[in-house]
């Protein structure tokens, strides 16, 4: 049993470890650019240890996407409890989440190098239906996450002007989406932090209130 759980600690391990190098790869190369020699060399691993967790190249960008998305909905879940445990007031939740998305995007140590789904789009003919459905599906999730937030908001606190929780959140996620295209291309990497801390002085301006969350 021992022997089985550490295989099994293993087999996740090298599966996790193919899945990141296939993200940087394709981060930088495209993914039609990226062939699985290209995998394997930067990896280290064998053909058959590939094989083992993924059939084909067309499996790897299901499972890819997936993995990916996982990491991202988990990160937007977390700094959304954190803001919340914080404070009680939805907006203060808000600004606090954003400043927290500022934080992560930025991080020196894993500078973002651009947009996956944004890769993916930019190259759905080389992905099948069920591909492109899952992409589409993040972008609502993330979409979702979004709404929720600014309903709260709006339930509590008018805005100077008409506006849907649904027409921000798409705005903010258009905003981030096109940052990190604008980041990857000029090779900044304060780009789409400082393109959400300008939507944090719009929203200071359409609820009349400021850019910041409020001291814990």
Known sequence: MVWRCLMSRKGA???????????E??????????????????????????????????????????????????????????????????????MMFLQGFETYISNPEQPSRGCMYA????????????VRGIVSEVLREWTAIYIRKFQEVLDVHPPRMEVSARQLAEMIVSI???????????????MTARQSRHFRDYL?????????????
Do not use: C
């Open 119 to 130: 890769v993916y789009t930019y190259e759905n003919a080389q992905f099948d239906e069920q």
């Open 13 to 23: 391990q090298s599966r996790e470890h193919i899945l990141g190098t296939s993200r």
């Open 25 to 94: 790869l394709v981060m930088e190369k495209g993914f039609a650019g990226t062939s699985i020699d290209d995998i394997l060399r930067k990896a280290g691993v064998s053909k058959g240890a590939f094989f083992h967790h993924f059939g084909s190249k067309a499996e790897l960008a299901r499972e890819l996407v997936r993995w990916h998305a996982g990491q991202d909905i988990e990160m937007f879940r977390t700094l959304a409890a954190r803001a919340e445990a914080t404070h009680d007031d939805p907006y203060d939740q808000l």
């Open 176 to 190: 981030i989406e096109g940052a990190l295209v604008l980041q990857r291309a000029y090779g900044k990497t304060d």
């Open 204 to 216: 200071a301006l359409l609820f009349d209130k400021p850019a910041q969350a409020a001291a814990a």
